[in-house]
């Protein structure tokens, strides 16, 4: 079975800082990352996803993560955070064999909080 | 483009009651999608319809959930006797089927508090 493992469920750092959430998965076979976020009051939303080619994504909001796949990970970073960055967010995976139907798995999810 | 809605955006029941949870997809969207996070929990999978027909339901945690999408349209979640455990966000999302994994968009979610 899958399975996600985001290390930190809490960051707090001041703006301007840069920001590295780690993200690591468990699963046999080839799979399709993704990273969601989800701001005070909004719903979750897509900030980038990863399904072949160029490990290095990146996403909205100056976002980018990196897939290792030696290491199973799939990092998020930020070089400079804005107090609008201030969010919860997840790590998720699906498989990419098309008889898993697209189930997303997620991560615990991080909540960072950006000090003015 | 009207995202995908959920509602109602909070209910508060008492253990024993039912409660009926509705989301609509985006418009043409033929996967659907629930999940759900418990407090203090990851968000987890309940069940994915294509159109009207139930794709996998590995994730409904027993027989006191029944999720429906007649039609093919909107889906409805029933918790039919609600337990405290089953408190939490129930989130829906959507994606088109287009052969390839598809982004899926999620609804703002449903608290439910089972007192």
């Known amino acids: 079975a899958q399975s996600v493992s985001q290390h930190n469920h809490h960051v707090i750092l001041s703006e301007a800082a840069s920001l590295e959430l780690g993200c690591n998965y468990s699963y046999g076979g080839t799979v399709n990352l993704f990273w969601y976020v989800q701001y005070p009051g909004q719903h979750l939303q897509l900030l980038l996803k990863y399904f072949s080619g160029d490990p290095l994504v990146k996403g909205i909001k100056g976002f980018e993560a990196e897939f290792i796949k030696s290491k199973f990970s799939f990092n998020l970073r930020k070089p400079s955070v804005q107090w609008s960055d201030t969010a919860e967010y997840f790590c998720?995976?699906?498989?990419?064999?098309?008889?898993?139907?697209?189930?997303?798995?997620f991560g615990g999810g991080t909540r960072v909080l950006v000090k003015p | 483009e009207a995202g995908v809605t959920q509602f109602p955006s909070h209910s508060v029941i008492e253990k024993g009651q039912t409660v009926t949870l509705r989301c609509d997809p985006i418009s043409g969207h033929d996967n659907l999608y629930w999940y759900r996070r418990v407090m203090g929990k990851e968000i987890k999978f309940l069940l994915h319809?294509?159109?009207?027909?139930?794709?996998?339901e590995s994730g409904m945690p027993n027989n006191r959930f029944l999720a429906e999408r007649t039609g093919g349209t909107y889906s409805t979640l029933k918790v039919q006797p609600a337990e405290l455990e089953d408190s939490g966000v129930y989130f829906c999302?959507?994606?088109?089927?287009?052969?390839?994994?598809?982004?899926?968009?999620f609804g703002p979610g449903t608290r439910l508090l089972v007192l």
């Open positions: 998720a995976v699906t498989s990419v064999i098309k008889a898993a139907g697209n189930k997303l798995t």
């Open positions: 319809f294509v159109k009207e027909s139930k794709q996998d």
């Open positions: 999302a959507s994606s088109p089927v287009t052969g390839t994994v598809e982004t899926q968009y």
